[in-house]
């Protein structure tokens, strides 16, 4: 028998799915949450999965303190019509050991976590276990729709991005690629290819979250967890999707409610850094350089991970920046990574967190990366994270515009001799700053001054000219 899956989108809407998928247990860790949004994610479930397909919901309390989540609960789920069961930590674990602690009671072909406050919609179980039947090494998340925090209005979220992240590590929704869309040959129905998840909704083979090593338990709490599981799976053989058929609603928090024993930039330094040694290979580097700190931070014993990567025969991070997202950030060859500095004023080029299409700035160095680091790429973009130096008029300031690889106004020689930075278009060289102001660099006739000279930081030389 074949059952039609009901969506918002009407093609998905024509998509029909066999009834013998894998069954799946639902693992939903929970720390001190509100009561209403916790029952809207268990009732979501039970109501909108088909039931031969739900195997159980397991709730992991991460050591709440609030009475109602104790009792209370363990009462309130007795009665559900889905065997649902409360475990409990010991002590606040955080939500990586505490999903690993659901997943090794669960009992289900496939694991679906999901965060305690979401919802989920009529249809959105059958496509992620659809694609997980098709291959055991497909990870599958679903679009994850935004349900407002102030008035829990819900929103569909867009199946025109995917994930990726910046130089800091941090998680970002981009715009999925054209060649993407040309992969699926312009059908937005088919499931896209994501270089990351955001980690807090997917579904996994059980016997395939175990091959590939579950979690790094030696991260703390929560953070950098969804980026070392997105980088293992594809280093090391498997695919991972957002399935635009499957849409969960969100409930998006503007800060986080919780406590992180020790601080939460540590423990996301921590576990930045523990990704970062095992999966990126000399790619680390930009870590490093935008947060020099995070080298100062003990991150544990990583060897069990590293011989993982090893048995699994994983490929490099460079395969992974090749062939998975070559749109990143991160370009895969570059001359040079960090400062940019001017001889005469002995300021560096300083992106003073502007966004796109603002200027660029010039500032005191500091020493401290962040947003004095750029690179000269191969390409010769020179770049600060997705966004290169870009100058559009003779005499102009320079811009920070998204970088398009097209080489035009974005293209720069760097003469190492003379130390000069000339813009290829203008045929000006790049000055320390414009007459009307003083913190915005600006292009100008080369006349080989010492303002127009530039020490760019040498950090890695890649053998490739």
């Known amino acids: 028998m074949m059952r039609s899956c009901r969506h918002a989108s009407r093609r998905c809407k024509t998509k029909v799915y066999l009834d013998d998928l894998p069954r799946t247990s639902v693992v939903i860790v929970f720390h001190n949450e509100a009561w209403t949004t916790l029952l809207r994610t268990v009732h979501s479930v039970i109501d909108r999965s088909p039931r031969h397909l739900l195997e159980e919901i397991v709730l992991v309390d991460d050591a709440s303190e609030r009475d109602f989540l104790k009792r209370q609960l363990e009462q309130y789920v007795r009665k559900l019509e889905v065997p649902v069961r409360v475990i409990r930590m010991e002590q606040r674990s955080g939500l990586i050991r505490a999903r690993l602690k659901g997943a090794s009671i669960s009992t ?12 989920c919609t009529t249809g959105w179980l059958e496509p ?24 829990f209005e819900y929103m569909a979220g867009s199946d025109m991005t995917y994930g990726g992240f910046n130089w800091k590590l941090n998680f970002r929704w981009y715009p999925v690629p054209q060649r993407e869309m040309d992969r699926r040959k312009g059908d937005r129905t088919l499931p896209v290819r994501t270089p990351t998840m955001a980690g807090g909704l997917f579904s996994i083979d059980r016997d395939y979250f175990q091959e590939i090593g579950t979690y790094d338990a030696g991260m703390d709490i929560w953070g950098g967890e969804n980026l070392e599981i997105s980088f293992r799976i594809w280093q090391c053989g498997g695919t991972l999707e957002i399935v635009t058929c499957s849409h969960v609603g969100h409930v998006f928090r503007k800060a986080t409610p919780y406590t992180f024993p020790g601080g939460t930039g540590q423990i ?88 796109e299409n603002e200027k660029v700035g010039i500032f005191n160095c500091h020493g401290m990366g962040g947003n004095q680091v750029f690179s000269y790429t ?11 130096l870009d100058v559009s008029k003779l005499n102009g300031p320079v811009m920070m515009l998204k970088c398009h690889h097209l ?53 890695t030389l890649p053998e490739i000219f």
Request: neutral net charge; proline residues 4%; glycine residues 4%.
């Open 128 to 151: 992620l276990l659809a694609r997980i039947k098709l291959d055991k090494k497909t990870v599958v998340c679903p679009i994850i729709d935004v349900i407002s925090d102030d008035t």
């Open 378 to 388: 191969a390409n010769k973009e020179i770049r600060t994270d997705d966004l290169c």
């Open 108 to 119: 289900g072909q496939v694991i679906t976590f999901l965060d305690a406050h979401c919802e």
């Open 407 to 459: 080489k035009g106004n974005q293209l720069w020689e760097y003469d190492p001799v003379k130390l000069s930075l000339v813009h290829v278009n203008s045929n000006q060289c790049l000055d320390k700053a414009s007459e009307d102001d003083s913190q915005v660099p600006s292009v100008r006739d080369c006349t080989g001054s010492r303002s127009q000279q530039w020490l760019l930081r040498n950090v």
């Open 268 to 355: 996301i330094n921590k576990n930045n850094r523990r990704l970062a040694e095992v999966w990126m290979d000399e790619f680390k580097n930009f870590f490093y350089i935008i947060s020099p700190g995070v080298t100062k931070v003990d991150y544990g014993e990583i060897s069990s991970r590293t011989s993982l990567r090893q048995r699994l025969q994983c490929k490099p991070f460079s395969w992974y920046l090749e062939n998975v997202y070559p749109d990143s950030q991160i370009p895969r060859y570059y001359y040079s990574l960090g400062e940019i500095r001017n001889v005469e004023t002995n300021q560096c080029l300083d992106n003073m967190a502007r966004k």
